[in-house]
């Protein structure tokens, strides 16, 4: 049973930073692209962030390029989301997901991801 396990969130203010972690249980993280996702209060879950399987190529929304980076670390089967000069519409759940098939495709697609954490909470305020 593959389990994503998110932490890392909290309350930070305006122009602060967070660095989110991502850890898995029963999947080797770095055989698949993963990516993060993030939902406001009444607003449907959106792409964040995505990293291919090896970690060479990534793909941001551009509400996030030049703030945010994802990155991986295969030794530790986790994945990292650093989030720097946060805004208060950052202000949301964080969801890491995992790619349902193995390769080097990016995704935006919530659909093209098998595997869901919890989520943690991010809150910025102003």
């Known amino acids: 049973q593959v389990q994503l396990v998110e932490s890392g969130g909290g309350l930070v203010q305006t122009g602060g930073s967070l660095r989110l972690s991502c850890s898995a249980s029963?999947?080797?993280?770095?055989?698949?692209?993963m990516g993060w996702f993030r939902q406001a209060p009444g607003k449907e879950r959106e792409f964040v962030a995505s990293?291919?399987?090896?970690?060479?190529?990534?793909d941001y929304v551009d509400s996030v390029k030049g703030r945010f980076t994802i990155s991986r670390n295969s030794a530790e089967n986790a994945v990292y989301l650093q989030m720097n000069s946060l805004k208060p519409e950052d202000t949301a759940v964080y969801y890491c997901?995992?790619?349902?098939?193995?390769?080097?495709?990016?995704?935006?697609?919530?659909?093209?991801?098998?595997?869901w954490g919890q989520g943690t909470q991010v809150t910025v305020s102003s």
């Open positions: 997901a995992t790619a349902q098939l193995y390769g080097t495709t990016l995704y935006r697609d919530a659909g093209k991801y098998a595997y």
């Open positions: 990293i291919s399987r090896f970690g060479r190529r990534t």
């Open positions: 029963g999947r080797t993280l770095s055989d698949y692209p």
